[in-house]
């Protein structure tokens, strides 16, 4: 015992704390990520099991693709199906952008944050064994990019829409995107849905109420939580939906 404890306070210098925080922060990020792509690809799992099973046809449309992390498990379950759908990655691939209105508050939100180039992005796919005719990237700041396209615009028919953009404003955008191109039996996923800043209700969550709020012809059926933070819903026709 004696000799342990010897051996034991040798070994604290005055870099050991340090370091051996760091190493604590590196495995609880380890832990926290491998659970991230778990949960996901089970979701992805489910969302595509439906559509094939549902007959639901469409492309798989993301916006905020960062790391590729949610792409690549999205191209695993389209590539092992039968039914073909495009891949669309849309982000600004510089990061966040300036937070434009109250709700788009959060100690985490930061003009810049979370981007990855266009080029790095490429890079990530490829190596994940994608091609680069099976997925088109749709490069800039949403007010830009989705504004500018009409609704008869690529792409038209979606089948999961993944919203990965955390803000507010990003989302309220997205959103007014999707409405020409809603259709029963999609799927619309917030992957930061339960994410909002200590006061209000902010972010994707608010964005999505006041969207339905404001088009009561749609109905959010709340289809699958997934992580801590995110949900889904399917998309009904208000006039179609039973009262449960
Ligand atoms: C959380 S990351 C996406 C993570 C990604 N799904 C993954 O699995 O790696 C959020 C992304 O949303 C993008 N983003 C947020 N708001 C945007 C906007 N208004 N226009 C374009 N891109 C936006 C950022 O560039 C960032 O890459």
């Known amino acids: 015992m004696m000799i342990f404890l010897e051996r034991f306070a040798k070994a604290i210098t005055p870099a050991w704390i340090p370091r051996q925080l760091r190493r604590w922060k590196h495995r609880r990020r380890a832990t926290d990520l491998e659970a ?11 969302a595509f099991k439906a559509f094939d099973y549902n007959g639901i046809s469409g492309d798989y449309v993301e916006f905020g693709s960062h790391g590729g992390m949610t792409f690549r498990l999205a191209f695993d379950q389209i590539s092992a199906r039968k039914i073909k759908r495009r ?9 966040l952008p300036e937070a434009s209105a109250p709700a788009d ?8 944050g979370l981007a990855t180039s266009v080029e790095a992005f490429h890079r990530i796919c490829r190596v ?22 009409a609704d008869t615009d690529a792409p038209v ?6 919203i990965d953009c955390d803000m507010y404003s990003s989302t309220k955008t997205v959103l007014d ?9 999609m799927i619309v996923a917030f992957d930061d849905y339960y994410c909002w800043s200590a006061d209000q209700i902010s972010g994707e969550r608010r964005a999505l109420l006041e969207f ?8 959010f059926l709340q289809y699958r939580d997934f992580g801590w933070a995110g949900e889904s819903f399917v998309v009904e026709r208000a006039e179609q939906t039973l009262t449960e």
């Open 212 to 219: 339905l709020e404001a088009n009561t012809e749609w109905r």
């Open 177 to 185: 995107f999707l409405l020409p191109r809603l259709k029963h039996g």
């Open 36 to 46: 991230a792509w778990q949960i996901r690809r089970e979701f992805f799992w489910k």
């Open 87 to 95: 891949m669309w990655a849309f982000d600004s691939f510089c990061g």
């Open 157 to 162: 028919d979606i089948a999961l829409a993944y």
């Open 128 to 149: 994940h064994g994608m091609k680069r005719d099976a997925y088109s990237t749709v490069e800039g700041f949403y007010d830009e990019t989705l504004t500018k396209l």
């Open 105 to 112: 508050d959060h100690p985490h939100w930061k003009k810049g």
